[in-house]
Every structure is written in structure tokens, then in C-alpha cells.
Nanobody, 123 residues
């Protein structure tokens, strides 16, 4: 069973950058996808970005397009989320997750989740 551990969250000023990492303990098959989601207090979990593990295709939520970049290292079984030009509204707990079925923006399609890492963007 794959386990996911996120890191890299923290406090940053608006306009700044952070890089999140998500390390997988087991093998991620090429047919799978890895996604990043986020959740703020009182709000539903929101899709941020995903990447097809095998070919590396990416997909982003409109709210982060052009500011965030998802990437992966197959050798290290790690997925990254580079976040630039951060806004106060990006404040949330960020989760990475694995979808066996591949590419999806639907959290219900992801079966393995990390514990989350807090990102706080201040004014």
C-alpha cells in the first residue's frame, strides 16, 4: 500500500513562493495520477492540480493556472507543487493524493491521501 507524506508548507507573504513535496513510500504505476487538493476552514476540499505519472501530462484549476506548477520525479517517487505569486486566498491545508484510475479533478477518484501540510499566506 502506497503511503504519501507531504512537506514544504509554511507561512509566506503574499506574492511569495513555496514548494510542496509529496513523497510516496511505494511504487506509483504509470497509469496512475497524482493530484494536489486544498481545503480551507468551512470549505469543501478543492482540486488544485494533477499529473499523469507515466507521461507527465498536467491539469490545473483555473484559480492557480499560471502561478502553480505540478511536477514529478519518478526516480524519487515524489510529486511537487511549485507555488508562485501566492495570494491570501491560497491559504489552506494542501493534500496530495493518488488516483489509480488516472487523471481526475474529482477527489472521490483518489484512494490514497497524505496527512496534509498547512500553507498560510499573509498580507
Amino acid at each position: 500500500q502506497v503511503r504519501l507524506v507531504e512537506s514544504g508548507g509554511g507561512l509566506v507573504q503574499a506574492g511569495g513562493s513555496l514548494r510542496l513535496s509529496c513523497a510516496a513510500s511505494g511504487r506509483i504505476f504509470s497509469s496512475a495520477a497524482m493530484g494536489w487538493f486544498r481545503q480551507s476552514p468551512g470549505k469543501a476540499r478543492e482540486f488544485v492540480a494533477c499529473i499523469r505519472w507515466g507521461v507527465g501530462n498536467t491539469y490545473y484549476a483555473d484559480s492557480v493556472k499560471g502561478r502553480f506548477t505540478i511536477s514529478r520525479s519518478s526516480a524519487e517517487s515524489t510529486v511537487y507543487l511549485q507555488m508562485n505569486a501566492l495570494k491570501v486566498e491560497d491559504t489552506a491545508v494542501y493534500y496530495c493524493a493518488r488516483s489509480r484510475g488516472g487523471y481526475s479533478t474529482n477527489a472521490a477518484e483518489y484512494d490514497v491521501w497524505g496527512q496534509g501540510t498547512q500553507v498560510t499566506v499573509s498580507t
